[in-house]
């Protein structure tokens, strides 16, 4: 179950890209998520003209602001920032804006805490993913181990059915055609998890 956000214009946002960053099938560098999450007053907050800026364009947003992501911004107080700190240890620089994206498995924003079970995804939404996985341009697709976990569940991604995990610092589940998808700690991990996500980050860099 999850808990969907009030606002009306977010989730209108979500309608028209149910992603963050470029469209999925045209970006280079794809990390899927669960759910994009945003405090429950984001709206009555003047960081939120900016939240709507960035998923309107994030291109242009990365190029004004010199940071991916409106949570990086030093006028927001609320939750994922460590998600999108984490993140931009990898080093990706706005010329880069045109190579990412970001999308939920889940299709709508969320607040609070979730736990999301596969019958609570769209599989319109799902069939998007696949697609932009199998025929789009992203050669280098990440997952952490939840998301990989309800992909499998959802029976809409069957070719993960056989997973051969190499050893590497960012495991290759999943290889063909010159694209890869590698298993991943959740950019919110901290603490004990520190050292691998630094590792992670720099062999994500390296990919570059």
Same mark, same amino acid.
């Given at each position: 179950m999850y808990n969907i956000h009030p606002s009306k214009e977010l989730n209108n946002l979500f $309608?028209? $890209?149910p992603y963050q960053g470029v469209e999925?099938? /045209?970006a280079h560098f794809l990390f899927i998520g669960l759910d994009a999450n945003y405090q429950e007053d984001? !709206?009555?907050k003047e960081i939120f003209k900016k939240v709507t800026d960035y998923h309107e364009d994030s291109v242009?947003?990365?190029r004004k602001y010199n940071v991916h992501h409106p949570f990086l911004l030093s006028d927001y107080r609320g939750?994922?920032?460590r998600y999108h700190r984490n993140f931009s240890k990898i080093g990706f620089k706005a010329e880069h804006a045109n190579q990412i994206s970001f999308v939920e498995l889940l299709h709508v924003?969320?607040?609070g805490r979730n736990k999301l079970h596969f019958t609570d995804l769209d !599989?319109?939404?799902l069939a998007m993913i696949g697609n932009?996985? /199998?025929y789009g341009k992203p050669k280098h697709i990440f997952v952490s181990a939840n998301v990989l976990q309800l992909m499998r569940d959802s029976k809409r991604f069957s070719w993960l059915s056989k997973i051969n995990q190499t050893k590497e610092i960012l495991p290759v589940i999943f290889s063909k055609n010159e694209k890869s998808i590698y298993k991943h700690l959740h950019f919110s991990n901290y603490g004990k998890f520190q050292l691998q996500l630094e590792k992670e980050a720099l062999a994500i860099f390296n990919l570059m």
């Open positions: $309608k028209s $890209k999925p099938s /045209l984001i !709206e009555s242009m947003f990365w939750d994922g920032q924003p969320t607040v !599989e319109n939404h932009a996985i /199998l």
